[in-house]
């Protein structure tokens, strides 16, 4: 029974490790900015009319982390910059230097166990890789979910700046009514803009920051509607409601797509679930036959080719089923 509880163990260490670096990643910065704004309210309420000419600063800070230095030489460079874009659209309040450190202790885990379970120096690298690219598939999953979000909000953005187009209000101000009223991510987006063209910034270039920060069709669009209706006229609310009513169209057709292909998605989900699945009952039912698996060089090969079969088959079928609206 000694064989089949260490993975066991092994695999319960592993996943509370993963687990307590995604909560510390994910909780602690909002715990500390939370803290940081009630130390504030405390001092401000201590002495209202102090002055605060020390501390302030209207420039943009981006977050540090446990190495600020890395986090400096990587901001002047192309990737460390596309990093740090990346954790910006997965909205986590942290740092390039926090999801490397995360990435060598994820690696340095992933070795140790799957060493420990193979015994094979090649499966120590393979763990060490798979350990590293788990914060990175974790940004782009969080960010990918983060635009969803924002695609889905964004009629009812659209909507309420026509409104106030509408009441009166200058576009300006319809944007600080979003940002003040629209749920994340629709809100913080517009704040950002908000903010920037209230610091000084050209309208224009604040409304494409906010294409380059949000890298959808339908922002894009209403960048351009924007500024094609400043330099020639026209009226910004009709087309506002009309660009709302499109991007509701496009969602209505995108959910009719996802039922046609649900039957596609969750043979996918059963087939890459299945050999896992088995190996796990197998390991139970008959342990001396699934260990061959990993004392063998011919097992070692078959794993391999099994995991690299179950990556292409998770592609392809990821493809098929995958229609552009």
Not at 56 to 84: M, N
Not at 143 to 169: C, N, T, V, W, Y
Not at 259 to 278: D, K, N, Q, S
Not at 287 to 312: D, K, P
Request: glycine residues 8%; contains cysteine.
């Amino acid at each position: 029974m000694a064989p089949v509880l260490l993975p066991i163990l092994v695999f319960l260490f592993a996943a509370g490790a993963i687990f307590g670096i995604y909560a510390a990643v994910t909780y602690l910065p909002a715990a500390f900015a939370r803290r940081r704004i009630e130390q504030r309210i405390r001092d401000a309420s201590a002495a209202p009319f102090a002055p605060d000419t020390e501390g302030e600063s209207v420039l943009k800070r981006q977050a540090e982390g446990p190495l600020p230095l890395i986090d400096r030489l990587l901001a002047k460079s192309v990737k460390g910059a596309g990093l740090a874009r990346l954790i910006e659209q997965a909205g986590l309040k942290t740092s390039v230097s926090t999801i490397l450190l995360a990435s060598m202790v994820l690696g340095l885990i992933g070795a140790i166990a799957i060493q420990v379970v193979v015994r094979q120096t090649w499966a120590m690298f393979a763990g060490v890789g798979v350990g590293c690219v788990l914060p990175f598939l974790y940004l782009r999953h969080r960010r990918s979910k983060r635009m969803k979000q924002f695609e889905e909000q964004f009629p009812e953005a659209l909507d309420l700046l026509s409104r106030a187009i509408r009441a009166g209000h200058a576009f300006t101000t319809a944007m600080g009514m979003v940002a003040e009223e629209g749920p994340d991510p629709v809100g913080p987006e517009f704040r950002k803009s908000f903010d920037e063209q209230n610091f000084g910034l050209a309208l224009k270039d604040a409304l494409n920051n906010l294409a380059e920060r949000v890298p959808s069709l339908d922002v894009r669009f209403f960048v351009t509607a924007v500024l094609i209706q400043r330099e020639t006229g026209g009226n910004l609310a009709e087309i506002l409601d009309n660009l709302a009513h499109v991007v509701r169209e496009r969602f209505k057709i995108l959910r009719q797509v996802r039922v046609y292909t649900a039957h596609g998605r969750l043979t996918g989900y059963v087939l890459m679930a299945l050999p896992a699945t088995l190996a796990f009952v197998l390991q139970f039912i008959n342990a001396e036959h699934m260990n061959l698996l990993f004392r063998e060089r011919m097992g070692h090969i078959m794993l391999a080719c099994a995991i690299v079969l179950q990556i292409i088959g998770y592609f392809w079928i990821k493809h098929v089923v995958k229609i552009e609206v």
